[in-house]
């Protein structure tokens, strides 16, 4: 079974950094995803990491401490239009050849103001 | 757009009902998941199916039941219907089911209300 903590809601100012950690307890690890959901809409796929370390893709990183049960999802130079719900999940082994299962933590509501 | 498709985008129905929920994933994608997302539990995994077969489950209960078509399309069926299940339904698709890197493609999800 899995653990996994984020923070319930958050609020920041538009052009600012922003970091939304993740804590996780899991056993067969193979995997941290981050997703961004906006509200009544699908998530959409933001990084990977199954590496310690940190994944940079445009404005948005994404860190992975394995040692830990760690993660964060920095957004930098926030714009309004990143008002969204962000998912952290886990991808674990499943008990059976070849097949895994994500687990999603319940979300950080990040609010952009002016 | 993902290229998943799901159908019905709103579903009302009464309790004790049984309603058929479908998904046609990506073109080339052979595994099919399902996902169900409320206010309070967020977005919990049900089942996945692989080329028609099933290969994980989720926290599905035992009224709500899944296949896979030769086609690749599945269907989520939920029977005997209760006002907690009421939530989003997504389904999501990938290449594989397997051991390495598998991004999943989320559909725009149905929306079930009962009443």
């Known amino acids: 079974g899995q653990n996994i903590d984020q923070p319930t809601e958050m609020t920041a100012t538009e052009g600012a950094i922003v970091q939304i950690n993740c804590t996780y307890q899991?056993?067969?690890?193979?995997?941290l995803f981050w997703y961004q959901q906006h509200a009544g809409e699908a998530p959409t796929f933001l990084s990977y990491n199954v590496l310690d370390g940190l994944e940079e893709k445009g404005r948005f990183s994404s860190f992975l401490s394995r040692s830990k049960g760690y993660s964060y999802l920095l957004l930098k130079e926030l714009q309004m239009k990143d008002s969204a719900s962000y998912l952290c999940?886990?991808?674990?082994?499943?008990?059976?050849?070849?097949?895994?299962?994500?687990?999603f933590g319940k979300g950080t509501k990040l609010s952009v103001i002016p | 757009d993902s290229g998943v498709t799901q159908t019905p985008k709103h579903l009302i129905t009464a309790t004790g009902q049984r309603v058929t929920l479908r998904c046609s994933p990506r073109s080339g994608d052979l595994s099919v998941y399902w996902y169900q997302q409320s206010l309070d539990q967020g977005l919990q995994f049900l089942i996945q199916y692989y080329n028609g077969e099933e290969r994980a489950k989720g926290n599905i209960l035992e009224r709500f039941s899944a296949q896979q078509f030769p086609d690749l399309h599945s269907e989520l069926n939920l029977s005997s219907l209760e006002l907690g299940d009421s939530a989003l339904y997504f389904c999501a698709s990938s290449v594989t089911g397997g051991d390495y890197y598998n991004e999943q493609f989320f559909g725009p999800g149905t929306r079930l209300t009962v009443l």
């Open positions: 999940a886990v991808r674990e082994r499943y008990s059976g050849a070849g097949s895994y299962q994500l687990t």
């Open positions: 899991t056993s067969g690890f193979n995997g």
